[in-house]
Nanobody, 124 residues
Framework: QVQLVESGGGLVQAGGSLRLSCAASGRSFSRYALGWFRQAPGKEREFVAAVSPSGSSTRYADSVKDRFTISRDNAKNTMYLQMNSLKPDDTAAYYC?????????????????WGQGTQVTVSS
């Protein structure tokens, strides 16, 4: 069983940066593929980025490619999302998720464990 806690959200101006963290408790963190998803008000939750257990493979939504970077530190049981050049459209609650598989999938129903979310608000 993995428990996930996000942090690092906040209010930032357009063009600014934030780094989200997702701290995991439980064993075998390094065996889990991890992902970030987000949900804006009135919209469905969507995929943002995912990383394989070793960190060697990553995937990004087109809307964040070249602006966001996903990474993980298995020694610290922590995943990160570095967000640069933020836009008002990035405003959402951001969730981290974990699945006990090696594939960093974009499909949210494939993730077994979810955090409670952290709010990111980008002002124009």
């Amino acid at each position: 069983q993995v428990q996930l806690v996000e942090s690092g959200g906040g209010l930032v101006q357009a063009g600014g940066s934030l780094r989200l963290s997702c701290a995991a408790s439980g064993r075998s963190f390094s065996r889990y593929a991890l992902g970030w998803f987000r949900q804006a008000p009135g919209k469905e939750r969507e995929f943002v980025a995912a990383v394989s257990p070793s960190g060697s493979s990553t995937r990004y939504a087109d809307s964040v490619k070249d602006r966001f970077t996903i990474s993980r530190d298995n020694a610290k049981n922590t995943m990160y999302l570095q967000m640069n050049s933020l836009k008002p459209d990035d405003t959402a609650a951001y969730y981290c998720a974990a699945r006990s598989d090696s594939i960093a999938t974009t499909i949210q129903r494939m993730y077994e464990h979810w955090g409670q979310g952290t709010q990111v608000t980008v002002s124009s």
